[in-house]
């Protein structure tokens, strides 16, 4: 009942959202040709016309730029947060404190410092200022009527998808099989799940080929720990080749969507303008850390080679279901044999029993003086007593009570279990995958698909992993505050792509890309007028060149961020990612440019021979 109350409530409102505001809606933000701005010539005076027509502008991107700010300032945040729980430990060591109690300013600041809620803490401080500014319902009609909430919601959907465990399986033994023809080392993987995995992206789409590459370079490779260097080059590498892997189709890319049909790109015309160039460009990437990084990767492969061989013993002799029931056999054995758990239950009766004659002497007679039987007195005593005692032994030692009292067993290593998943498992999992992409554009049909996914999640729980939801759903709140503060940015990235030719246009869009998501880029190209199709290609392969700058310049970078930033001890450097993928962005940025001038003259010698 509970599920279909959900379903039904999750899609009336996105119904009602999508019917389109009402006649008399607040007009914001002001529409770009409002501005009367076309006998300007100079970028500045139009940026100052813009201003003049609508200060809040000005506000609007403030407030933005002050998110901006506080993604390369999160790191900080962490390292105070952590310095005062540390601090709090120890006084709760000392006696100083609860033993159960939290710093909540170190709360607070671990909060401030998760990237991934950035963006919707500023998008809650942009929403009062409209307030402030105008009123509530001219707030309210800009989120219902003028953001676009599809992509955040879809990212979290495919997301959820992409990192269960029969989905995983099945990508793995894909990478398996190429990582095995190029040797299958560790060097062989890296560049499998760096060149194979983004451009996965182009049939699967971008975020969740990066929930599957981030998850496979989880455990290939960070698990290894490498040096901090190396993690960075990776991760900078990774945003980089997922953003520009989805240029095969016309569907994948969030960048390439916007564009595809207004300036009527099909798949054939990315694989041919963009595809072929975007695979040479991440070879190129991943051959150039590759040489630095070899003697690394060279390093590493012991360590991966010893977890390769456990993987394989257990998967082949040493199965984990049959050591378990050996050890349970044991156990039982031992326990037949010392009486383990009578032993500890006795002795608890006697700590019960002692404690009891302590409320005799202590408490009874105040008890007694307020009307209360003793015989009732000692009985709730002694039930309380006990129910406090099973809840510590429940934390502490529950494997010495009896089995009935003995809370469920969460296991750690549960996600690293070597069981098969049934096949028919697997292709309800690819259908899931396949409603939901094709559905991409439409939340009323993929978010009740998510919905039947979780109850189907739950009936086939054994060969599921651990179906953990806060990382999509943290992305989706990062990229949701994200689209809310991209909507009052085009009064002045619109005028900026609109001055520019080809070659400072493609430079431009890159540069933009990293203080915006390349999405929004190209979505604003679309609405500049007389953009040659020289500036259309520029603009589209600029903005996804660079979107491996920030984790805002592309949208499936924070579902990798998410994944990957306990290798980084939670504190990932935004800093440190824009200098890792400076490299990678510039040989992908070159890629684009120098194949675009030469395509022409491959075509005529093609056309000549």
């Known amino acids: 009942v509970v599920f279909f109350f959900f379903l039904a409530l999750t899609v009336t409102g996105i119904v009602v959202a999508a019917g389109g505001p009402p006649a008399d809606a607040p007009a914001f933000p002001p529409s770009l040709e409002g501005y009367g701005d076309t006998g300007i010539d100079s970028i500045i005076g139009i940026l100052g016309n813009r201003i003049l027509h609508e200060p809040f ?115 793995e033994r894909f990478m398996w099989k190429i990582a095995n023809l190029l040797g299958g080392t560790l060097t062989a993987w890296w560049w499998a799940i760096l060149t194979i995995g983004p451009i996965l992206g182009s049939l699967i789409t971008e975020p969740a080929a990066m929930t ?30 997922i953003s520009v892997g989805g240029t095969l189709t016309s569907y994948a890319a969030p960048p390439v969507l916007m564009v595809a049909a207004p300036w009527k790109w099909d798949t054939m015309f990315m694989l041919t303008h963009f595809g072929w160039k975007a695979v040479l460009g991440m070879l190129a990437a991943n051959l150039s850390y590759f040489l630095i990084f070899r003697s690394e990767l060279n390093t590493l492969q012991a360590s991966f080679a010893i977890n390769s061989l456990k993987d394989e013993i257990q998967q082949r002799y040493l199965k984990r279901a049959d050591v378990e029931e050996m050890l349970d056999q044991c156990i039982e054995r031992l326990d037949d044999r010392f009486h383990f758990v009578d032993t500890f239950s006795e002795q608890m009766k006697d700590v019960g029993r002692e404690l009891t004659r302590n409320l005799e002497v202590r408490a009874l007679a105040d008890l007694e003086g307020k009307g209360i039987d003793p015989d009732m007195a000692r009985r709730a005593f002694e039930e309380r007593n006990q129910e406090i005692q099973l809840r510590r032994m429940r934390r502490a030692l ?60 739950q009936v086939t729980s054994p060969y599921q992993n651990k179906l953990n939801l806060k990382p999509a759903l943290l992305v989706g709140f990062f990229l949701g505050g994200l689209v809310i503060h991209g909507g009052l940015q085009g009064w002045w990235i619109e005028p900026v792509l ?35 199709d020289g500036m259309k290609y520029s603009v589209v392969a600029g903005a996804v060149a660079g979107g491996g700058l920030t984790i805002i310049a592309n949208a499936p970078n924070p579902a990798g961020l998410s994944i990957l930033k306990s290798f980084f001890d939670e504190e990932v450097s935004p800093m440190n990612i824009l200098l890792a993928a400076a490299l990678p962005t510039a040989i992908l940025w070159l890629a684009f440019l120098v194949l675009y001038v030469v395509q022409p003259i491959l075509t005529m010698g093609r056309c000549y021979r």
């Open 212 to 241: 599957i590459a981030a998850m496979l370079l989880a455990d290939k490779f960070y698990a290894l720990s490498p040096s901090s260097r190396f993690k960075y080059a990776t991760l900078g590498l990774l945003f980089v080749n």
């Open 498 to 532: 609109g001055n520019l030719t080809e070659v400072p246009l493609m430079l431009g869009a890159t540069i933009l890309t990293a203080f915006n998501d390349n999405a929004a880029i190209t979505f604003l190209s679309t609405l500049v007028p007389n953009f040659s």
């Open 398 to 457: 529950p494997g010495l009570l009896p089995p009935k009292d003995r809370p469920p067993f969460m296991d750690p290593d549960w996600d690293h279990r070597d069981d098969p998943v049934p096949l028919w498992v697997t292709l309800v999992h690819i259908a899931f995958m396949g409603w939901t992409i094709i559905n991409a554009h439409y939340p009323p049909f993929f978010i009740p698909g998510l919905l039947f996914f979780l109850g189907f999640a």
């Open 57 to 171: 502008n000005l506000v609007a991107s403030l407030i933005f730029l002050c998110a901006i700010i506080h993604t390369f300032l999160t790191g900080r945040f962490m390292v105070i947060a952590h310095r005062w729980a540390h601090d709090h430990e120890e006084k709760i060591k000392k006696g100083l404190a609860p033993r159960d109690s939290v710093h909540h300013g170190a709360e607070a600041f671990h909060f401030l410092g998760e990237v991934e809620a950035v963006f919707g803490i500023w998008a809650a401080a942009l929403v009062g200022a409209i307030v402030l500014f105008f009123d509530w319902p001219t707030a309210k009609s800009y989120i219902l009527y003028k953001v676009n909430f599809t992509e955040p919601m879809f990212v979290v959907v495919i997301m959820t998808l992409a990192a269960t465990r029969p989905i995983l399986q099945l990508s």
